[in-house]
């Protein structure tokens, strides 16, 4: 499924099978997550995508060959292929251990061809063995919304009592993780979005509600993954003194002024940009464990630009997963 220009459908077309350079696996795509950044990229959102693009960040793939040099995977194996898809490895942040702030770093499905396809090419270096616990569908929430979910969880701190705004692919794995960790979790969804609010108290929230309402106590931090600017000013009022508010998300709206007091007291702004590779491998150490479950709902690729209608107007419980074939 090809996107030829911003703003356009995707198109189903029969591109060439793609060959692996160096250092790179062919892949033959076995579920592929739908991310809200693949929206943001789909409708023009994000500058400078690479065009005609293959979309899709959330890859699970078998190996089906190996590119001159690629040694670290076997034909046949099951991998997972994540958003950052090639970095520099010299640049300032490439060796502070901060590669997801690479110069010059490459995204799957924005300057790479993705997942949303039969087959891709990835570098093997940027590729995650995957947990067996898993299967192809629940997997591939994990690659994006579980390791993006897992950075901003980090950035909270050590927040006791934690709110979530907007309850979608990524927050719902976040909120199992830090119910394990013994967090407490406020979960905050569109007005009127009953179905949500259930979900999320389903996954061990212990209150649900509007993202205009007050949660009943204050929140020690809050990750915000609507991309909506005016939920900043929002979630500062719920944080106590000392509180972070993560922007997690690629594209925000912009934020609306507001008044100096909600940020006095020490509360932090901050925003989780991509991840790293140490990233993921944490996260797919601890998915296990938790365990985290994901809730998806499978379509065939062909439906890809249903499944993003669905995300943009809010209609999917969890995270959707394209299978080829
Ligand atoms: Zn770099
Ligand atoms: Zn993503």
């Known amino acids: 499924m090809l996107l030829e220009r911003p ?31 693949d929206l943001h990229v789909a409708d ?7 065009l005609p693009l293959v979309l899709g960040h959330e890859i699970v793939g078998r190996v089906a060959e190996c590119g001159p040099g690629a040694a670290r995977f076997a034909r046949g194996d099951r991998v997972g292929v994540p958003w950052l898809g090639w970095t520099c ?10 590669e997801n702030l690479c110069d010059r770093a490459r995204f799957t499905g924005w300057q790479l061809d993705g997942g949303y396809a039969d087959f891709t090419v990835a570098d093997e270096r940027f590729c995650f063995p995957l947990p067996a616990e898993y299967d192809d ?14 950075r901003a969880l980090a950035a909270a701190g050590d927040a006791l009592r934690l709110g979530l ?18 967090r407490r979790v406020f979960a905050f969804t569109r007005p009127g979005d009953a179905a949500a609010q259930a979900f999320a108290r389903e996954l061990g929230a212990e209150w649900a509600g509007a993202s205009d309402e007050a949660p009943p106590e204050a929140l020690d931090a809050a990750i915000i993954f609507a991309p909506v600017g005016a939920l900043v000013p929002a979630a ?18 912009a934020i609306p002024s507001f008044p100096y ?65």
Not at 310 to 324: E, H, K, N, T
């Open 7 to 37: 703003g356009a459908p995707l198109r189903e077309v029969t591109l060439p099978r793609p060959v692996p350079g160096p250092g790179q696996v062919l892949l033959e795509v076995r579920a592929c997550g739908v991310c809200r950044t």
């Open 44 to 50: 023009g959102e994000l500058s400078d995508p690479k």
């Open 89 to 98: 490895g010299v640049c300032a942040y490439c060796r502070s251990g901060r």
């Open 137 to 150: 569908i629940e997997a591939a929430p994990l690659l994006c919304a579980g390791l993006i979910g897992h």
């Open 165 to 182: 705004y907007g309850f979608g692919a990524a927050a719902h794995l976040v909120a199992q993780v830090a119910r394990h960790e013994g």
């Open 236 to 253: 500062l009022r719920t944080v106590a003194k000392g509180g972070t508010v993560v922007c997690a998300g690629i594209h925000m709206s």
């Open 261 to 325: 007091d909600i940020l006095w007291g020490e509360r932090t702004v901050r925003s989780v940009a991509n991840l790293t590779r140490q990233d993921g491998e944490s996260f797919l150490a601890l998915a296990p464990r938790v365990p985290v479950r994901t809730q998806t709902e499978a379509l065939p690729l062909a439906r890809a630009n249903e499944a993003l209608d669905r995300l943009r107007s809010g209609r999917l419980r969890g995270a959707a997963v394209l299978l080829p074939g």
